[in-house]
C-alpha cells in the first residue's frame, strides 16, 4: 500500500521539481 502510494506520487514530485529548476533558471536568465 505504503510503496505503491510512493511509486505514483514520486513521478508528480520529479516533475514538478524539474517545473521549478526550469522556470528558476529562465528566471535567473533574465536577470
Known amino acids: 500500500m505504503l ?4 511509486y505514483d506520487l514520486l513521478p508528480t514530485y520529479l ?3 524539474g517545473a521549478d529548476a ?3 533558471h529562465n528566471w535567473e536568465l533574465d536577470q
Not at 3 to 6: C, E, G, Q, R, T
Request: positive net charge; glycine residues 0%.
Open 3 to 6: 510503496k505503491s502510494s510512493l
Open 15 to 17: 516533475i514538478s521539481r
Open 22 to 24: 526550469v522556470i528558476f
